[in-house]
């Protein structure tokens, strides 16, 4: 009876279990899944690349951008780099970068503090801050392109105290300064609702026990809630620094890397040498440098979120 019980578990086992050529299409269909995935990204992003490398690379002109591509090795990099507007392309881009993170990461969580509190008032400021935040650049640009203008409204309202208008994006000193208060003001929704998210993340056994202990608002944010954020904070610096180093469209708008070169930072001087002065070799070792700076601010990134993922 046993052994016939047995036998009939067995060939119910093997019944269930799939043939072999079935186990190999089922190893196979994760791949499958995938394929369109792998041909988007190849067709939009390492293509694209590929061929900037190899630009990078090439004496490549208006005369021969269709053709044949002479191969010049690392001629190219070695006389961007040898240059000093490279260098202070770079410094002007660090500097939109230290505007960002003090913006995003003071500023958000500040506002992130406030709007941690349910209510009609939070719920209207969040929703006026998803619109802002999904406004294209385009159209945000050229509203704050009128606004900061030497006849706009933010001279009229500072002529209403008594200050002589300021050439906001038309004086060298200023300009960088104006377009990066842009930038920070474009990219602050974002930054908040990352930090309120984790805000609300927080159990709020936390939040209690510290108020039981007689610790403030305030003290109890700084205190105990910002060592919390520590990771969420670490992530979205290292997303700031990446935005400010990729960040092209409000400059095009707004000053088009002008007066001068006062804002001409590394996207935008490789926009105006491929495109404006036509030297397409030139602007793509620019853009393979500003390239190399985002992979370097990236691994620590990638390296965060794999910790977190193990954790």
Same mark, same amino acid.
Do not use: C, H
């Given at each position: #009876? ?9 060939? +119910?086992?093997? *019944?269930?279990?799939?043939?072999? +050529?079935?186990?190999? +299409? ?12 792998? @041909? =988007? ?30 191969? =010049? ?7 961007? &780099?040898?240059? $000093?507007?490279?260098?202070? %392309?770079?410094? *002007? ?16 969580? &500040? @506002? ?32 704050? /392109?009128?606004? &900061? ?28 300064? @104006? ?7 474009? $990219? ?21 026990? @510290? ?34 180093? /990729? ?6 708008? &707004?000053? /088009? ?18 495109? #404006?002065?036509?030297? #397409? %070799? ?7 440098? $500003? ?21």
């Amino acid at each position: #009876m046993t052994a016939t019980v047995t036998r009939a578990g067995a060939e +119910r086992l093997t *019944r269930q279990r799939p043939a072999p +050529r079935q186990r190999r +299409r089922f190893a196979r269909l994760p791949a499958v899944y995938l394929l369109p995935a792998a @041909a =988007i990204l190849i067709g939009f992003a390492v293509y694209p690349m590929f061929v900037l490398l190899r630009m990078s690379v090439s004496d490549v002109g208006p005369t021969n951008i269709v053709g044949e591509w002479d191969f =010049i090795g690392l001629q190219n990099f070695a006389e961007v &780099l040898s240059g $000093s507007e490279v260098w202070q %392309s770079a410094l *002007r881009t660090s500097l939109v970068a230290a505007v960002l993170l003090a913006s995003n990461l003071v500023l958000g969580f &500040l @506002a992130a503090s406030i709007l941690a509190v349910g209510g009609r008032v939070t719920n209207l400021v969040l929703g006026i801050m998803v619109f802002v935040w999904a406004l294209p650049p385009i159209v945000s640009g050229s509203v704050w /392109k009128f606004l &900061l203008d030497d006849s706009g409204a933010v001279n009229g309202l500072i002529g209403l105290v008594g200050v002589e208008p300021v050439s906001w994006l038309s004086s060298p000193s200023l300009a960088l300064w @104006a377009v990066a208060g842009v930038v920070a003001w474009a $990219s602050l929704p974002f930054s908040t609702l990352i930090l309120r998210g984790g805000l609300l993340a927080i159990p709020a056994e936390v939040i209690e026990a @510290a108020a039981i202990d007689g610790a403030g608002y305030w003290r109890t944010r700084f205190q105990i809630v910002l060592p919390l954020l520590r990771p969420t904070l670490w992530i979205l610096a290292i997303l700031t620094v990446l935005y400010a180093f /990729k960040s092209f469209d409000f400059f095009y708008v &707004l000053t /088009k890397g002008g007066p001068g070169t006062a804002t001409n930072t590394l996207p935008v001087q490789s926009y105006n040498s491929a495109f #404006m002065n036509f030297e #397409m %070799s030139t602007g793509a070792t620019v853009a393979v440098v $500003s390239m190399l700076f985002v992979v370097l601010i990236a691994i620590p990134y990638v390296r965060s979120i794999r910790s977190e993922v193990s954790e």
